[in-house]
């Protein structure tokens, strides 16, 4: 199981489609729970992982120390904005199986949305890093109408990131910080995922698969099997919120559907399933490969009808490329080019969400 963990809901940001620290209401700044609670319920799971989240979980790096002594999970993660990642001490980096940093592409793609100059600021992080961090370096990037996804994903890969990462700026934002959503896609998104869906195969071809996780997950889905929502909120994740309760989801603790328990009350069997997935996405006939997408997306209609079925466009071209994909990945391994083994990535739910 995941256990994402809130340090914090302050941030140090204000990016445009989150608008930067949470309410004190929704998730108080500072943890107020006994971090023992926390350790037995993880402790009672062989297989977890621990994720940090915020806000800006490296807003609260003594606490992570902390937490990464006490509580005995198998896997640690952290998800940054990357600013403060220098002030992060080397024996802590080098605990980290996996660590996300939200980077929305080039230089001005990142600082339009994410302000002036946290391009640079996170890339000299990533760089200063990346020679003493030897775990899964994953670029997360929110993906809005400035993006072109080629580019943008490609530059990222030449930033020495080992995976690439994305989910679209829809549905938790408001629908007008797009100009023309429908445009973007049929002219610029789904035309780039095809031709990064060509590049993908070429370089599989040379026995390589390039980190795209999207790509990934969705073709390890095809061979080895899974099922529901990708990101497994309420199934094979849980979020822990400052003030110790426990959500399915862990960017929406203000809902009472995302309220699936309290820590000391609950083991991870009762957790499990008391929140899924609704139509229209169990009926739906992608749903095998995308899973009903986002459990905040269809529990919440914040978007009219007409863009939710925009979205699902999105995810309709990128199954079709990935059935494509699949056939030409059959052959592969009849050749013997690639091995099964290099198609079972994300090993453990790392907190990509897979579809985006
Ligand atoms: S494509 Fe849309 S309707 Fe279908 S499962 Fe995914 S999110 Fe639901
Ligand atoms: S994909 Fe949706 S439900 Fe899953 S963690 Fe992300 S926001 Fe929450």
């Known amino acids: 199981m995941l256990y994402i963990v809130s340090t914090t809901g302050l941030c140090n940001l204000c990016c445009r489609y989150c608008g ?5 209401e929704v998730m108080p700044h500072e943890v107020q729970y006994d971090i023992e609670k926390l350790a037995r319920l993880v402790g009672d799971d062989p297989d977890a992982t621990v994720a940090f989240y915020g806000g800006e979980p490296l807003l609260r790096i003594p606490l992570i120390s902390e937490m990464m002594e006490k509580l005995p999970a198998k896997r640690f993660v952290v998800q940054t904005n990357g600013t403060p990642l220098d002030e992060l001490p080397q024996e802590l980096l ?26 640079d600021r996170v890339v000299a992080n990533v760089e200063k890093i990346r020679p003493i961090f030897g775990g899964d370096l994953i670029a997360r990037m929110a993906v809005s109408e400035e993006c072109g996804i080629y580019e943008d994903v490609m530059h990222l890969f030449s930033l020495d990131f080992d995976h690439v990462h994305w989910q679209l700026n829809a549905i938790w934002a408001s629908d007008d910080s797009w100009t023309d959503f429908g445009k973007w896609i049929y002219e610029s998104y789904n035309p780039g995922i095809t031709r990064l869906k060509e ?8 026995g390589k698969i390039l980190g795209i996780v999207p790509f990934q997950g969705i073709v390890r889905r095809m061979f080895f099997g899974g099922e529901g929502v990708p990101c497994g909120a309420g199934s094979t994740s849980f979020a822990v919120a400052t003030d110790g309760r426990i959500l399915a989801c862990p960017i929406c603790g203000e809902y009472e559907w995302n309220r699936i328990g309290e820590l000391g009350k609950e083991t991870v069997q009762s957790l499990r399933g008391r929140v899924g997935i609704n139509e229209p996405c169990r009926s739906c006939d992608v749903y095998a490969i995308c899973g009903g997408r986002c459990l905040f997306a269809n529990r919440e209609g914040h978007w009219k009808q007409e863009q939710f079925d ?30 099964r083994e290099q198609l079972d990535y994300p090993q453990f739910n790392n907190t990509t969400e897979i579809i985006p």
Do not use: P
């Open 20 to 24: 930067g620290s949470i309410s004190e």
């Open 94 to 119: 080098c605990r980290f199986d996996a660590i996300l940093v939200s980077l929305d592409g080039r230089r001005h793609v990142t600082d339009t949305n994410r302000g002036e100059g946290v391009y």
């Open 199 to 206: 590049l993908w195969l070429g370089e599989m071809k040379k």
């Open 310 to 339: 925009l979205v699902c466009m999105t995810v309709r071209h990128l199954a079709r490329e990935m059935r494509d994909a699949k056939k030409r990945i059959d052959e592969l391994l009849k050749a013997g080019t690639i091995t």
